[in-house]
């Protein structure tokens, strides 16, 4: 049984823009580590949302965690981190990180939220309204982590967090995952440090999946762009090249006259050169 499993999945955001996702159709093991590489616009925070059931689907998709339907059945064990939960306006009010973590059952799991606060440097004398972006955001961590999940959706929360936290944090992840065989899939636009952490790679680009799930390291070979792809090739310059050819496929449909849509028509799409 898949840990995340999406078939057919269209998705347009209303009824006059073009679909953000289309035809996605994945399926992820059980204790993978899947990054998500894609340009600006391709379509990965949408699918991180749909994935924890924030936003419902049409009938034709079949969208699945530990085979259970993500709108009809909210599967447990389902851990979502974005960038908004720092805009909210309660995690910047006058309370305490303390009372705050207690509020949300952090005394449920005293061991790891202490091994968090610990590893994220958190301090539970902080004020909420008084401290860093980045403290913030450590806090939000401290908070998503401190319950054991089974599927951790991560759409790019590292972003402000400094080097070595940012360090300590993945390789607490990794060390989770493998120990409790627990699924991670994470959106993200840093790469730096993140070789040794995935156990597949994907590629999207204009809303659908260009490379799907792919075990990482990707085996030697060369590509379609005449550039060697090796075991030894970092994470970071795989999605440089595949950045890349998402920005000459761009061109080439204005070459073309056509516009480069939002979310792109999957033959478009397919036609192209693939790295995976
Ligand atoms: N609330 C919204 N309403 C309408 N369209 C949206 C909305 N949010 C995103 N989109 C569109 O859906 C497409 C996919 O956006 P999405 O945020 O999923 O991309 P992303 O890959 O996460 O990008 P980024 O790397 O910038 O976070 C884009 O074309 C975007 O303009």
Known sequence: MAAISVSNLTYAYNSFSPPSLVDINIALTPGSRTILIGANGAGKSTLLQLLAGKKLVGDAADVRIKDQDVFRNSPEGVTFLGTEWAMNPVVRGDIGVAEFLDSVGGYRHKERRDRLLDLLD???DWRMHKISDGERRRVQLCFGLMAPWDILLLDEVTVDLDVMVR???????????EARGATILYATHIFDGLNDFPTHIAHMRFGTFVTLPTSWPLPDRSNALTTTISATTALYNIALQWLKADREYSRELERQGKKVPRGARKDDVRSLPSCG
Do not use: Q
Request: aromatic share 8%; net charge negative; charged share 45%.
């Open 167 to 177: 360090d300590d944090l993945l390789k607490f992840l990794k060390a989770d995952s």
């Open 122 to 124: 958190v301090d539970l």
